[in-house]
């Protein structure tokens, strides 16, 4: 039995460990951690993979068979599944009861399990068929984190690579292991199992195509603690939830301090919303700030999309993100850094470029390789009080839609190529949202107002500011388009924007006073589209 110190009511403040059972997946540091703890005269116990590496680093190593009395079998599904390893990993080492069990049945205690689990999310990834998938769910790994997990009073339970050191340092200076630090790997470790099977249950939801399924889990390893959330008084972290869709996530953080909460919220939204546009097609910059987009500008190159994000609402750039959908040149990365900014994210910079940002220290430059999958499946979590709304991605726009013109006046092709950038910008901004562009940018955003008609007027008002910044004299919304997330319910809304110098109008149309809003249009003179399709975000 090993050897236990200083009694409390929940085990004994130190164990000095005996044995421990190595079964790993990912090799990562195994060898050198199993020398340590031989060093430390711990006998190992291992299976299949583990042991053959051991025996190849010549680490003194038992085989499970031998703990057993039985070989591995079923293609190795059976192995760790017996009572002498679990009476090993349970049993009490205080319980009376449970030291007869184990001496009737010659169970030793195992005091320290190494596991970490088949690589069930990177098999997913790998496009794996069905039975290779189902195969690489592990069953023995859960089941042993959980029996040490819940013997932790007397069991230490080691599910990660990155504590190898800090647990080789603690027994080597202590002698054991205490039991502040076995509670907090078997925290850990419950967490892992838990995210484990949270993966494997929406898996099955998406190749079974069982959306509503009685019990759903999310998970995602910690990236970032941070300072605070979005205000000082908030704690926050970030998770990451294992995707390899490019993005915040994903980027590689070149430069600049580290990113915070509201920064994160704020660069996914960037990128996503600038990630609509193919670069093959046209240059585009967009410019947010607190989740909605203050100018978004197309062009021949970023210089020109920049210069036209810009324009939008120049007072509002200033301390927003900027996200670019190319790789950023010389040129336009001369014109961020005019303009305080926190953070840029693209998926490339020339190294001319990365030399112009070096000049300030403290600005967030991402990376990300690409750019985000617009059409990519995937769910949301939003919590509630209570509970979490889950919903499927938004991934599609407009022109995923069947348009419709219903209006006499048909929107000329200037009209329409602008119009199809307002709704793709309208997906991406607060509700009730509207639209302003013309020339491949936006000139007026209404943002997050109760009325949309609040919104309409909010755009123009802004519009007229920016004018104003570019000694341009009346409303930058002239002659443009306007775009709305939803149906205008009454024509009011439709009448400001016409107020504000727009001559086409796209909505997804769907009122009950559709008829109404559409002779308005007609009566203005002015095109109007429907899409059918709504994109309230809230």
Known sequence: MPILTTRTRLGVEKVTMKRALLSVSDKTGIAEFARGLVAQGIELISTGGTRKLLEEEQ???????????????????????????????????????????????????????????????????????????????????????????????????????????????????TEG?????RKKLAAKAYARTAAYDSAISNWFAKVLENDDMAYRSFAGKLDQVMRYGENPHQWAAFYKDGSD??????????????????????????????????PKVSAAVAIIKHANPCGVGLGGDLSEAYD????????????????????????????????????????????????????????RLLLTGGLADVKAEGLTVKSVSGGMLVQSRDNKNVLDCDMKIVTKRKPTDAEMADL??????????????????????????GAGQMSRVDSARIAHRKSKDAAKALKIKGALTKDSVVASDAFFPFADGLLSAVEAGATAVIQPGGSIRDDEVIAAADEAGIAMVFTGMRHFRH
């Open 177 to 181: 292991m205490n039991l502040a630090t």
């Open 245 to 278: 869709r490019c993005g915040v996530a994903s980027a590689e953080q070149v430069q600049g301090k580290a990113l915070s909460y509201n920064n994160i919220n704020d660069t996914d939204a960037a990128f996503e919303l600038v990630s609509e546009f193919d």
């Open 420 to 445: 199809k950038v307002a709704a793709i910008v309208a997906k991406h901004v607060k509700s009730n949202a509207i639209i302003y562009a013309k020339d491949g940018a936006t000139v007026g955003i």
């Open 59 to 173: 680490i003194p190593v038992i085989d499970i068979a031998e703990l057993t009395g039985f070989p591995e079998m079923m293609d190795g599904r059976v192995k760790t599944l017996h009572p002498k390893v679990h009476g090993g990993l349970l049993g009490r080492r205080d319980n009376d009861n449970h030291k007869s069990a184990m001496r009737i049945h010659q169970i030793s205690p195992i005091d320290l399990v190494v596991v970490n689990l088949y690589p069930f999310a990177e098999t997913v990834k790998s496009g794996a068929d069905y039975e290779t998938v189902i195969e690489n769910i592990d069953i023995g790994g859960p089941a042993m984190i959980r029996s040490a997990a819940k013997n932790h009073a007397f069991v230490t339970v080691v599910v990660d690579p990155a504590d190898y050191d800090d647990v080789l340092d603690q027994i080597s200076s």
């Open 308 to 363: 036209k994000a810009l324009a939008c609402d120049p007072v509002s750039a200033f301390g927003g993100i900027v996200a670019l959908n190319k790789e950023i040149d010389e040129d336009v990365a001369k014109k961020i850094i005019e303009v305080f900014t926190e953070v840029i994210i693209a998926p490339s910079a020339t190294p001319q470029a990365l030399a112009i940002f070096e000049k300030k220290k403290n600005l």
